[in-house]
């Protein structure tokens, strides 16, 4: 190939760098480059909220927090179990892990998730399709690989059933109270300075 083929490609890829080392300048200097993402999601949930009463509107902005905390928290128990569970007992760890009667109750949900429902959503391992009340149960089940992380059986299942009342509470769309929220938070953040989150 020719010397000159390469020139076009040259110049992009020298072009690109210095565009980068520039981007990264401005960015330094608190100058914003691109779409603002959170302005952008902040716009699209007021239209999206717009229709609704303004009360009903503020209780949802509300919630939102809450609910985005509690997602993040039973999908990062998830992947503890996930992580622990395997690398003791491997790629079938589920079978050789999981309570019986959690797996059929999974098993359960994720046939009739992927032949009965409309949503899309995600569908590939049955810890999804787990009860949130099943997650202590399958820490419970396998305490010597969880003992290390956390104080004791007993803290635990105290938290993660008060934290179930509080998820099904908001997966109902019921208004919680600061103080609920507080201990909520308070919960959570007990739970990660545990295991190391």
Known sequence: ???????????????????????????SAGIRLGADHVETERQLLTETLAPFPVDLRAQALQMT??????????NS???LIRERLEEKEGSDWWDKS??????????????NAQTNSWLEGEKGHPLQFVDFG?????????WEDFSDLVPSQHWIKQ????????????????????????????YIADWNKQVGV
């Open 1 to 27: 190939m020719p010397h000159s083929d390469f020139d076009p490609v040259r110049n992009w890829l020298f072009r690109s760098i210095m565009f980068e080392a520039e981007a990264e300048r401005f960015r």
């Open 159 to 186: 938290r993660m059933d008060e934290l179930e009342q509080a998820r099904n509470f908001i997966a109902h769309s019921r208004l919680l109270l600061p103080a609920e929220f507080q201990r909520i938070e308070s």
């Open 77 to 79: 128990v998830r992947q």
């Open 134 to 142: 099943d997650l202590s149960s399958i820490i419970l089940h396998n």
């Open 65 to 74: 927090r809450l609910y985005a905390l509690l997602y993040c928290f039973e």
């Open 98 to 111: 999981v309570p019986k009667t959690v797996r059929e109750q999974a098993a359960k949900r994720q046939q």
